[in-house]
């Protein structure tokens, strides 16, 4: 089974929808991150967090909200979502302070139409 | 100025040559970089990390850092059309995240 799972791995939704995209890890890491991917702008930042009650914005957070369920879990959500939104969202994980070394899930195909 | 910048390629290389990739980024204080190879509609995944000056060798792989110049190459020995992928370069941002470049598009040609 895969370190880092995302569901769903496909959506379609329609501007406006609330959307989870959800990501789980049997790592046993401490620091969980939601990136999303646009075509030629590289993986950039939305949320990260270091336990469960340590959650920090990232470079491009406004719009997107994420809660820390469990140390294994770290959920994103797009309370009304819009078009720009549409990308390739990751979630990856890292040991904690004594590694920046970082994993990656499969990723979540987003599309809002 | 990007944190961190890569030329978008494509970089075609034939078949059993070296590629050679390059990343420079602007925080003097990074102190961690890693390179991931991202096929097309998959994630990253991770394939070198170096923390000190100099060379770093994994297999076909070579990472190589210099701090005062601000800059961390990946060199690929015995390139393979296996190889094409998307490099990215990522260095450590305050101890708290990694900043990513955008990536360059390796074509390894048969």
């Known amino acids: 089974d895969a370190d880092v799972t995302q569901t769903p791995r496909n959506r379609i939704t329609k501007t406006g929808k609330r959307i989870m995209l959800e990501c789980s890890q049997t790592?046993?890491?401490?620091?969980m991150y939601w990136y999303r991917q646009d075509p030629g702008l590289g993986l950039r930042l939305i949320y990260y967090?270091?336990?469960?009650?340590?959650?920090n914005k990232g470079e491009i957070s406004d719009g997107y909200s994420v809660s820390r369920q469990a140390q294994a879990k770290f959920s994103l959500s797009l309370e009304s979502a819009i078009p720009n939104q549409t990308a390739l969202y990751f979630c990856a994980t890292s040991e904690g302070s004594s590694s920046y070394e970082q994993y990656f899930g499969p990723g979540t195909r987003l599309t809002v139409t | 100025q990007k944190e961190v910048e890569q030329n978008s390629g494509p970089l075609s290389v034939p078949e059993g040559a070296i590629a050679s990739l390059n990343c420079t980024y602007s925080d003097r204080g990074s102190q961690s970089f890693f390179w991931y190879r991202q096929y097309s509609g998959k994630s990253p995944e991770l394939i070198m990390s170096i923390y000190s000056n100099g060379d770093k060798e994994d297999g076909r792989f070579t990472a190589q850092l210099n701090k005062a110049s601000q800059y961390v190459s990946l060199l690929i020995r015995d390139s393979q059309p296996s190889d094409s992928a998307t490099y990215l370069c990522a260095v450590e941002k305050g101890r708290r995240a990694l900043t990513f470049g955008s990536g360059t598009r390796l074509q390894v040609q048969p």
């Open positions: 790592k046993g890491h401490d620091r």
């Open positions: 967090s270091f336990d469960v009650k340590d959650i």
